[in-house]
């Protein structure tokens, strides 16, 4: 949880203590980052989360149609995936930081999530269309991984990998770790959401991929205005 701001009848945000970062120090730049966003925190008592549409229960239809009208409209999306090769439980898509919605594949109990195969193709055609045009740029986070299991193990190729939030980090701050937690701590007021993956409740764990995607495109926007 540090770097994410709690309400404990007041504001506090967990970091390393300083005298830690003295012995080390490569901690110190992460304090220094947290010490700045607790400065911009303290300038107010109320806590602001970001507020995200994560949809989670669109319909076979109503996915081929978000799918069409995002490769209309040629704007930046943010995809992610949860799974591994030969086993992909879902795969996310937003096209602004606080929406996404999810495309569903298998269930927590690997069962097929669609109840018949004619849903499920309408769903992959729609999405392979949409992820391999070229018109309609990509960002992801760690996109060698995704682009991999999508490729390799579905026949799915993602067109115009516009961004990597993980090497675009990296440009900056080669030093620090690259994972999406640690840079939602960094670069949003997301507070730490990423033990939801473990959850058995499908609801929050599909929410839990939206967030993922959502997230991934915030970060880009604030990369953008530092690089």
Same mark, same amino acid.
């Given at each position: 949880?540090?770097?994410?701001?709690?309400?404990?009848?007041?504001?506090? %945000?967990? &970091?390393?203590?300083? #005298?830690?970062? %003295? /012995? +080390?120090?490569?901690?110190?730049?992460?304090?220094?980052?947290?010490?700045?966003?607790?400065? !911009? =925190?303290?300038? !107010?008592? *109320?806590?602001?989360?970001?507020?995200?549409?994560?949809?989670?229960?669109?319909?076979?239809?109503e996915?081929?149609?978000?799918?069409?009208?995002?490769?209309? /409209?040629?704007?930046?999306?943010?995809?992610?995936?949860?799974?591994?090769?030969? #086993?992909?439980?879902?795969?996310?898509?937003s096209?602004?930081?606080?929406?996404?919605?999810?495309?569903?594949?298998?269930?927590?109990?690997?069962? &097929?999530?669609?109840?018949?195969?004619e849903?499920?193709?309408?769903?992959? +055609? #729609?999405?392979?269309?949409?992820? #391999? *045009?070229?018109?309609?740029?990509?960002?992801?986070?760690?996109?060698?991984?995704? /682009?991999?299991?999508?490729t390799?193990?579905?026949?799915?190729?993602?067109?115009?990998?516009?961004?990597?939030?993980?090497?675009?980090?990296?440009?900056?701050?080669?030093?620090?770790?690259k994972?999406?937690?640690?840079?939602?701590?960094?670069? !949003?007021a =997301?507070?730490?959401?990423?033990?939801?993956?473990?959850s058995?409740?499908?609801?929050?764990?599909? /929410?839990?991929?939206?967030?993922d995607?959502?997230?991934?495109?915030?970060?880009? +926007?604030?990369?953008?205005?530092?690089?």
């Amino acid at each position: 949880v540090r770097g994410s701001h709690h309400l404990l009848g007041y504001k506090c %945000l967990p &970091s390393y203590h300083p #005298a830690a970062c %003295l /012995r +080390q120090y490569e901690w110190v730049p992460i304090l220094t980052f947290d010490l700045k966003k607790a400065a !911009t =925190e303290g300038k !107010t008592k *109320d806590i602001v989360i970001p507020c995200r549409d994560l949809v989670v229960n669109k319909t076979a239809a109503e996915i081929a149609d978000a799918c069409r009208d995002l490769q209309q /409209r040629k704007i930046p999306i943010s995809i992610d995936i949860e799974g591994y090769v030969d #086993a992909m439980s879902c795969i996310s898509i937003s096209d602004r930081p606080n929406y996404s919605f999810i495309v569903p594949f298998a269930k927590n109990d690997g069962s &097929s999530y669609w109840p018949s195969q004619e849903e499920e193709t309408i769903v992959w +055609q #729609a999405l392979s269309k949409l992820l #391999a *045009d070229s018109s309609v740029p990509k960002v992801l986070q760690n996109s060698l991984y995704d /682009r991999f299991v999508l490729t390799f193990s579905y026949g799915c190729h993602v067109a115009n990998t516009w961004d990597d939030t993980m090497l675009k980090h990296h440009e900056l701050y080669c030093e620090l770790e690259k994972s999406l937690a640690f840079q939602a701590s960094l670069y !949003t007021a =997301e507070p730490f959401y990423k033990s939801d993956r473990k959850s058995q409740d499908q609801d929050t764990f599909y /929410r839990y991929c939206c967030k993922d995607s959502a997230v991934t495109l915030e970060i880009n +926007q604030k990369l953008e205005g530092i690089l």
